[in-house]
């Protein structure tokens, strides 16, 4: 997930994903240019008037050369006045970008809740998945810049609206993005509601992106009918547009069948679910990519309307 100049590719991992390109919505979707630095959000880290700049450990020596500031944990910040030269923009988190796409929400069907890659993995595993996450944000948030407490990593799946013969559609993750925690929550906005943080989340989202809450209600209700529609279908998860180390399956997970198929008992009911188009272990077993994923039963975050 590194863009050309070895940075993460966010501004190409996020437009990767498939975005309405007619109608009113690809508006929104389309790119922008800022021409405004929005406020933080508040965090303790990089403080009032600095933002904090993703810089992975081989960019370290240019990020310095070129005069970012850095505290002992490795973690680079510039003043916001300086934020506007262009000699930053390619450290910058979205939020500071002058050109960029904008971040938009993509809720987990509740036919495929259950069903991630930090839920399949071993604990493990999953910390070697996401290392390369961390490491590309260069331990400050991608969304927002800030950094007062430990990254979260959140997994983007693109999903394949096209209906299929056997019923089954594919979603396939297309990168980690290593955030904050209240950024994290844009993505998870049933769980913001759930929490009583849904304002803060949509105020982050508009502040992002640029939009109007006219923009916003757009974008929410578009996402929304999206979710209800994709909830009456099986996903299948698929893992080959993304580089993954070898996956090690969480043993609290049944294996149904050779072909990837494996199931497991959570909050609300039984998932099953099929991994495709990436090499795993089960049981210390070496283990052949499977075809279809999907799952059926209720999820265990209920999402209501954005
Ligand atoms: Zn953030």
Known sequence: MTGTNGLPALFDAMPGVRRPDTGPLSQIHAGRIRTLLPRGFGGE???PGYIGLNVPRPLRAQALALG????????????????????WQPFLPLIARKHFKPLCVDMI????????????LTEASWNEARRSSYQAAGTVCLCCGEGSGALQCHEVWDFDDRPTDDGWQTQSLKGLLAVCAPCHLMFHPGL?????LYEDIQKRVQAINVWSVADYNLHARHAN???AIRGRVSWRLDFSGFRLPELEIDPKWQQLDDDGTFSRTLQVGRCVTRISGAAYRYNGEPRSPGEVTGMRGSGMIRQPAV
């Not at 970012?68 to 000699?87: N, T």
């Not at 069907?109 to 399949?120: I, T």
């Not at 913001?192 to 009583?196: L, V």
């Open 192 to 196: 913001a509601n759930i929490r009583g």
């Open 109 to 120: 069907p509740e036919s495929s809740f259950g069903a991630s890659l930090k839920n399949l």
């Open 68 to 87: 970012a500031g850095h505290d002992e944990y490795q973690r680079f910040f510039v003043a916001r006045s300086q934020a506007v030269d262009p000699k």
């Open 45 to 47: 880290w990089p403080g």
């Open 225 to 227: 009918r999206m979710h």
